[in-house]
């Protein structure tokens, strides 16, 4: 078994909370102020600083001290020299507690309390000890070939039920979306994605495979014993405090059957739709589209650009105890304690068009349907739209005037979508520059050339981009940031859809009307050093800008 070097440091909030005068800060101001503060504290105390953005936890000091220990005094080992420990601490008054935990004499040094955790989160990782469960594994299953500690009843201590949950684990640290487990002969790869990329974590030996997916399927209630037809399927767990549902996919590949998660974190904040990166100006005219008292707004990306995120994000905005909210979705991905949610279920006969017929008879003001996935549930999402109700919905479309043009493909009426769509948002996800390691540089030719193409400027300060550092595992980037494109549908878009117009006809009266491009409003995020040049070349794949 090969353990790869992780790829992404451990989110804040993946751990029980430190002691609450150093919790974790929570945006870039916040974090600025730590660190002043820290400053302050080590003049006053006559202490030394450290930089954990380039320095790391030796692995030999960290294992003098667990997690739990580090966590609840916000404390992390850096080196051992001679059986003198030297510590990073968020709180210099932790000293003797942490010299007695250590039982050896200690220096430390001060870091912002978020630091510390990032540092921590380094240096504890859930996939550590995942060694030695392989091995025991190994053990009993040369003794044993007919293994069977992926029976249903099987101990929460048996080798192959602790390797997934470590992934698990692990996953939901590093704020993986989706974990890919692929078979390859005699191994089987394990890969993250954060932040929209993915990342080797880990390799494990092709003979623990068959035992991982069947306790991925018997936890998802799925048949154990068919490993050649795909199969879809939904966890329900609590992972470290944290309640957590998974989405699970089967398939059968040349090596077996591989295996993608798709982790829901219910823990997750929601969030307002200024804090999903749309610009001021956009979100108060998308805001004031939300409170129209029927039509449909309709959310269009492909698959994994934010769409469900910035429909619950609408819902906030709307909800109130006058309406009568009700949501259609597979699966349901937030609950709220004021809407009333329905959970598609296709073996039981729920189906969207189904589900949302029911729903019209349930006197609804506001209905968000998850998902317009075909032409019954585009006619009755519509329909309901012109009777009264006013309809959120997400669509499978590279930009908003591509957005109406599924809606003519599936066959609907030119004037019945013209009557019932009020506005499309098309939308990208990009990730952000690391702000704990930005520096200038120089972009390539070519990113250049595409700058000037799409109408950006160079900004007055220069170009800025992540250098990389221990808190964004090198890469340059943390976190991510929306790319909005709004369309509100106005007369002049009616007329053009009622006459069939092509697609460019519909974007270039969009254009005209004051619509920014997702290419143009990624140049906007380039401008104000929120995100590079190659990133918006990367995530917002457009024709024409």
Known sequence: MKLRKPTQPEPRHAAPAPRAEVLPAATEQDLHIERTRTRQLAEQHNLQLVDLRTVSPDPTAAALLDERTARSLVAVPLEVHDDVVTAAVADPTVHQELQAALGRRVIVKLAAPTDVLHAIGTAYRALTGIDDRVKVFEARDAVRKDFRDDAPGASDDAPVVQVVQLVITQALRDRASDVHIEPHGDRVRVRYRIDGALHDVLELPGSIGPAVVSRIKILADLNIVERRRPQDGQISMDVEGRPVDIRVSTTSVVGGEKVVLRLLDKSRPLYRLEQLGMPDDMASTYSGLLRAPYGMVICAGPTGSGKTTTLYGSLGEINSPERNIMTIEDPVEYTFDSINQIQINEAAGITF?????????????????????????????????????FVLSSLHATDAATALHRLLDMGIETFLIASSVTAVVSQRLVRRICTNCREYYQPKSEELAFLASAGGALPSDGFVRGAGCNFCAHTGYLERTGVYELMPVSDAIRELIVDRASHDEIRKAARYEGMRTLTEEGVRLVGHGITTIGEVMRSIYMVGS
Request: proline share 3%; charged share 25%; glycine share 10%.
């Open 353 to 389: 068009a189904g589900g949302l017929r029911s729903i019209l008879r349930q006197d609804p003001d506001v209905i968000l349907v998850g998902e317009v996935r075909d032409v019954e549930t585009a006619r009755i999402a519509v329909q309901s739209a012109l009777t009264g109700h």
